[in-house]
C-alpha cells in the first residue's frame, strides 16, 4: 500500500514535470470570484432601442449618419427599431434576471432626454423612459449602470461643430445634472463617457463612425481635450450638488488593446509604451495619474511631428496648471472596456497627420490567433491579464471595473467561440486578482444581446442572447453563452469543464 502511493507519488511528480498532471493543471480556475463581485452585463442606446422618432426624442448622429449616408454601414442597416428595447425593456430586465445579473449597465440617450442637447426643452417622455427602466431593474434586484454617453452626440450640437467645440463640456455638464437631478436617487453608477478614444475617431475619417469627418490628427485631438473636460465637470458637479445625499461613483470607460513587443528590443519595448500611452493614457494619465496632464511621451511626440510638418503650434491641446488640477484624480473608478491584442513594432504607419503615425509604431495581429466575426477582435487572453497589471503599474492599482469585455459571431445559438472567450478571458482575470493582486471590482460582458454593430450594422453579433432582426417582434433567446455566464455568476467560478490545461 505505501509502495503504491509512493509510486503514485512519484509518477504524479513526474506527470507534472511533464505538464501533464491531472491534479496540477487545474490549479488556476480553482479561484474563485471574490464574495459580492457584482458580475452584469452592458448595452447602449443607439445600439438596442429603436424607437428613433417617437415620444419627441431628438435627431443624434447616428440617426444622421445611417439616414443620410446609409452606404457607411453594413447591408445599408440602422438603428429605427434595433432591439426596440424602447419597448421591451421589460423583457430585457428579465433577461438580466434569467442571467443572474447583479447589475445593467445601459446608456442614456441624450436627444431622447433633451432632444435639442440644450436643457432648456425637457422631454418628459425620455424621462418617463428611463424612470421606467431603472424601477424595473430595482424592483427585480438588479443594479442601474448609466453611461451618459455612449456615442449618439445630439444633432443640433453636431451642428455647433461636436466634440471638438470646447463649449460642448459645458453643455454636457447640463445634461449630466438633469440626469443627476432625475434619476440619481436611483442610480448610484454613472460612467460619463464609453470609449472616448473610439468615438473621437468620428473626426479622424469620413468612413467610420459618426459624425464621419476627416481631420485625423486635429479634429479627434481637440474632439478629445473637450471631452476630457467635459468629464471633469461632471465629476466636480456631483461632487459639489449631488454626493453627499446621493452617495453614487462617477467614473469613465476607457477601452485599450493589449500591445505584445513584436520583439523584446528596447525600440520595439518602447513602441508598445506608446501604444498605451497614446490609445489609454492620453484620457487615463489626466485623470488617473499622480501628476496628471497628458502623457510626455504624447505631447513630445505631437509637438515635434506638428513642428516638422509645418505647423506653428502643436496639434494637441494643452492644459494649463489649473486645468491639470481641476481635471486629476476625477473619477472614482477606472472603467475598462477590453477585447483584443497586437503586436507591436517600432514604425510609421497612417494617415500624416494621425495619432497612429503621431505614435511611431506598426501593430499586426497574429494569424494564428482565434477569430471573431469582427477582423479587428483575435482571442487573446493572456492580453487581459497584461493589461490589468499595465493600468496597476502605471496608476497605483486604482478599483478597475470591467466595464466592457465580450466576442462577435454570426449569432449562432452554439456560440461555442463566445463561451471560449469568456471562460478563458475570465480566467486570465481572475489570475490578475489573485496572483498579481489587481484590484478588479466588477465586470459587465458586452453584450447582453444581439444589437446594432455601428458600421458594421448586424452583421456582427456580440449578444449573450440572441434576436431575431426579421421578426417584427424581435423575439430574445438565449444562446449556449447565456448559460454559462448564468452559471459562472451562481457558482463564483469557471466550470471545470472549461478549464484549460
Ligand atoms: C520577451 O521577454 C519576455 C520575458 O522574458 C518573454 O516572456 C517573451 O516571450 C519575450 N518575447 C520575445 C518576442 O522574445
Ligand atoms: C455545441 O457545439 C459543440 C461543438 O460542436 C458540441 O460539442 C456541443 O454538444 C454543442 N452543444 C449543444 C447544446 O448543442
Not at 497584461?386 to 478597475?400: A, H, L, S, T
Not at 471595473?401 to 462577435?408: P, Q, Y
Request: charged residues 20%; hydrophobic residues 35%.
Amino acid at each position: 500500500m505505501k509502495a503504491n502511493i509512493q509510486v503514485l507519488l512519484l509518477v504524479t511528480l513526474l506527470a507534472g514535470v511533464w505538464g501533464k498532471n491531472p491534479f496540477l493543471k487545474h490549479k488556476t480556475p480553482q479561484y474563485k470570484f471574490p464574495a459580492g463581485f457584482p458580475f452584469g452585463a452592458a448595452t447602449a442606446s443607439y445600439q438596442v432601442e429603436g424607437g428613433w422618432k417617437e415620444d419627441g426624442k431628438g435627431v443624434n448622429i447616428w440617426d444622421t449618419l445611417t439616414h443620410d449616408r446609409p452606404y457607411l454601414v453594413e447591408n445599408q442597416d440602422n438603428g429605427d427599431v434595433a432591439c426596440d428595447s424602447y419597448h421591451k425593456y421589460k423583457e430585457d430586465v428579465q433577461l438580466l434576471k434569467d442571467l443572474g445579473a447583479d447589475f445593467y449597465r445601459f446608456s442614456i440617450s441624450w436627444a431622447r432626454v433633451l432632444p435639442e442637447g440644450h436643457d432648456n426643452i425637457v422631454n418628459q417622455a425620455g424621462i418617463d423612459y428611463y424612470n421606467n427602466l431603472i424601477n424595473e431593474l430595482l424592483a427585480n434586484g438588479i443594479e442601474p449602470m448609466v453611461t451618459m454617453y455612449h456615442w449618439d452626440l445630439p444633432q443640433a450640437l453636431q451642428d455647433l461643430g461636436g466634440w471638438p467645440n470646447m463649449q460642448l463640456a459645458k453643455y454636457f455638464e447640463a445634461y449630466a445634472r438633469i440626469l443627476f437631478t432625475h434619476f440619481g436617487d436611483r442610480v448610484k453608477l454613472w460612467i460619463t463617457f464609453n470609449e472616448p478614444l473610439t468615438f473621437v475617431s468620428g473626426y479622424a475619417s469620413e468612413k467610420g463612425f459618426a459624425p464621419a469627418i476627416n481631420t485625423p490628427g486635429i479634429g479627434d485631438y481637440l474632439a478629445a481635450h473637450t471631452v476630457i473636460h467635459a468629464h471633469a465637470r461632471v465629476y466636480h458637479l456631483y461632487d459639489q450638488v449631488f454626493r453627499s445625499r446621493q452617495r453614487g461613483k462617477v467614473g469613465i470607460a476607457l477601452n485599450i488593446n493589449w500591445c505584445e513587443p513584436l520583439t523584446n528590443s528596447t525600440e520595439d519595448i518602447a513602441a508598445c509604451e506608446r501604444y498605451q500611452q497614446f490609445n489609454l493614457g492620453i484620457y487615463a494619465h489626466p485623470i488617473f495619474s499622480t501628476e496628471g496632464d497628458y502623457p510626455a511621451v504624447v505631447k513630445e511626440r505631437i509637438s515635434r511631428n506638428s513642428a516638422a510638418q509645418g505647423y506653428t503650434t502643436s496639434r494637441l491641446p494643452t492644459f494649463s496648471p489649473e486645468e491639470v488640477e481641476y481635471i486629476r484624480g476625477t473619477s472614482d473608478f477606472f472603467g475598462l472596456n477590453f477585447y483584443t491584442a497586437y503586436y507591436g513594432k517600432e514604425g510609421e504607419e497612417g494617415n500624416i497627420p494621425s495619432l497612429g503615425r503621431d505614435s511611431g509604431l506598426i501593430t499586426r495581429q497574429d494569424s494564428n490567433w482565434i477569430s471573431s466575426a469582427s477582423t479587428w477582435l483575435k482571442v487573446v487572453p493572456w492580453g487581459f491579464r497584461k493589461e490589468f497589471n499595465w493600468i496597476k503599474n502605471e496608476y497605483n492599482n486604482p478599483q478597475v471595473f470591467v466595464t466592457e469585455n465580450g466576442f462577435s459571431d454570426l449569432g449562432e445559438l452554439n456560440d461555442t467561440g463566445r463561451v471560449y472567450f469568456y471562460t478563458t478571458y475570465l480566467t486570465e482575470m481572475l489570475k490578475a486578482i489573485h496572483e498579481d493582486g489587481c484590484n478588479v471590482i466588477g465586470y459587465a460582458a458586452w453584450s447582453l444581446m444581439d444589437n446594432f454593430e455601428w458600421n458594421r450594422g448586424y452583421a456582427e453579433k456580440f449578444g449573450l442572447y440572441h434576436v431575431d432582426f426579421n421578426d417584427p417582434t424581435r423575439p430574445r433567446t438565449p444562446k449556449e453563452s447565456a448559460k454559462v455566464i448564468a452559471e459562472i455568476i451562481k457558482t463564483r467560478k469557471i466550470p471545470e469543464r472549461f478549464w484549460q490545461d
